[in-house]
């Protein structure tokens, strides 16, 4: 089995900074990629940001320019630095990574969520 443990998350008011982190720990044997989505009140979860173990990156575009993923893949973490927070970047934020088994089978995990408010 695979745990992600989140961390970070807050009420920060806008234009402030948040760092979040989700470190992966269990059965892993690689993990091909690690992301962030988010899930705001009445709306779906949506993609924000995703990184390789090459260290490709993808983001949501209203999130270029302002969010920054990076990982750590000898400890198995995945970080979020949020820059300029809007109010509509509001939402639980929840990580994920696609783990490699020993096998060769992925499967998605996911973290237990972290709340991010932006308010001021």
């Known amino acids: 089995q695979v745990q992600l443990v989140e961390s970070g998350g807050g009420l920060v008011q806008p234009g402030g900074s948040l760092r979040l982190s989700c470190a992966a720990s269990?059965?892993?044997?690689?993990?091909?990629?690690m992301g962030w989505y988010r899930q705001a009140p009445a709306k779906q979860r949506e993609l924000v940001a995703v990184?390789?173990?090459?260290?490709?990156?993808n983001y949501k575009d209203s999130v270029k320019g302002r969010f920054t993923i990076s990982r750590d893949n000898a400890k198995n973490t995945v970080y979020l630095q949020m820059n300029s927070l809007k109010p509509e970047d509001t939402a639980v934020y929840y990580c994920?990574?696609?783990?490699?088994?020993?096998?060769?089978?992925?499967?998605?995990?996911w973290g237990q969520g972290t709340q991010v408010t932006v308010s001021s």
């Open positions: 990184i390789t173990s090459g260290a490709d990156t």
């Open positions: 269990g059965s892993i044997f690689s993990i091909p990629a």
């Open positions: 994920h990574a696609d783990v490699m088994s020993i096998l060769g089978r992925t499967t998605r995990y």
